[in-house]
């Protein structure tokens, strides 16, 4: 069934905003460490900041979800944009002109918020689609990261002198231009019928849990969220040990993050033709290639497949996933559903992430790899264990599971 122009121009909103949001959280993961080494005197707290984004995703999601409930997904994304990225961005500027560490890590903890919030642009997607439309619509939305890609590292690079005798302000100051425009653009989004998202029949959270396919969507995204992240950060420290320069780890991370999201253009088109459940198990042999070709050796090449395998792997587990999650819940169920849902993966996420360097540190490259192949196995079981079992629609009943 071919989309409505309603649903189109919705995905095409959402799929700019997540192109302008990803292009601030680029930015921090690539520029926020080397600021954060300049502001502080301990050179174990550079990282901080990056962390503090991390942090600040973990606390907004649930809140960010639940917000949305009550007042609508184009408010709700505002909000997000006005006090997550264009205040994250105007208080970092601030920070970095009076050297103060402190604030800018206050100012990274905001930008966390604004990314709790973009999070949700695919489940908003979801929302505004028709059923056959629906993991399309999640995918193509994903797909703005294609444009982040190339600009994230760009505005990095080249914004860094732009606010005169402010070294490094500039792509924060970009961050807040790209936030406000951000708002601007969600006041055209028109998500249909939200009213049943506030007023409709909801089910108690541990009889939506106890359906197979929220187990199932919720470890998909949980594990592939944590494993690529881990990785990813792990990457360019990894690079820098077998004898790479920082140029050669920026070449390996931005086809890391074009695998990551230009598969998104098709994934929807893949999961309509194939199932869920194979896209969710190819997501699942991705990952494990990735870590095949980590294991194998430390070439350029190693790596270059390693991330791009990690990339692809990634977007089959995060848009199967996603769009799995969509079909456990009741649109009034949704706000606490998706939020429960954000919090567990990013939660995940933000120990991979703190836990990348020490496990590099204590165990090297390829253990760290080879240590992921239990959760990547689980995931790939229980996704097998589920596709065996009879596949009524998750929402038949509408009220048991």
């Known amino acids: 069934m071919a989309a409505t122009s309603r649903e189109r121009r919705n995905v095409a909103i959402l799929a700019a905003n997540q192109a302008l949001f990803l292009i601030a959280a680029i930015t921090v993961m690539t520029l926020s460490g080397i600021v954060g080494q300049r502001l502080t005197p301990n050179p174990a707290l550079a990282t901080l900041p990056v962390a503090m984004m991390m942090i600040g995703v973990v606390v907004a999601s649930l ?44 100012g990274s903890f905001l930008l966390g918020i604004y990314q709790a919030f973009a999070n949700l642009h695919r489940f908003a997607a979801a929302d505004a689609a028709s059923p056959a439309f629906e993991s399309r619509a999640i995918s193509l939305v994903l797909a703005g990261g294609v444009v982040a890609a190339f600009l994230g590292p760009l505005n990095a690079s080249r914004a860094t ?19 406000l425009a951000g708002g601007a653009l969600h006041l055209l989004l028109r998500i249909p019928n939200e009213e049943q998202a506030r007023t409709g029949h909801q089910r ?29 950060t792990a990457t360019p420290l990894a690079m820098r040990t077998a004898g790479f320069d920082l140029a050669d780890a920026a070449t390996i991370m931005q086809w890391h993050v074009l695998g990551m999201f230009a598969p998104s253009f098709v994934t929807g088109h893949l999961i309509a033709r194939f199932g869920l459940a194979r896209i969710l198990l190819a997501g699942a042999a991705m990952l494990t290639g990735s870590v ?18 990690l990339g692809v ?5 995060y848009v199967g996933g996603s769009a799995l999650l969509a079909q456990t819940h009741l649109p009034a169920e949704r706000g606490k559903i998706q939020g429960i849902n954000e919090l567990v993966v990013f939660t995940a996420v933000a120990i991979g992430s703190l836990a990348a360097g020490a496990l590099l540190h204590t165990v090297g490259w390829a253990t760290l790899n080879l240590l992921l192949l239990p959760f990547i196995a689980t995931t790939a079981a229980a996704t097998l264990w589920w596709q065996r079992r009879p596949q009524p629609h998750p929402l038949a009943s509408e009220v048991t599971p």
């Open 292 to 309: 095949a070709a980590a294991v194998a050796g430390q070439s350029m090449a190693h790596f270059w497949v390693a991330l791009v395998l």
């Open 313 to 317: 792997g990634w977007n089959f587990l």
């Open 63 to 106: 809140p960010a979800s639940l917000l949305m409930k009550r007042v609508g997904r184009r408010a709700g994304f505002i909000t997000g944009t006005l006090i997550g990225g264009a205040a994250g961005g105007v208080i970092s500027v601030a920070a970095i002109g009076l050297d103060s560490f402190v604030l800018f890590c206050a």
């Open 204 to 232: 108690p959270v541990a009889a939506i849990a106890a359906q197979p396919a929220f187990g199932v969507a919720v470890l998909a995204g949980t594990v592939g969220y944590a494993v690529m992240i881990l990785v990813m």
């Open 161 to 179: 002198d732009l606010l005169p005798g402010i070294s490094h302000a500039g792509p924060y100051a970009i961050i807040v231009a790209l936030s």
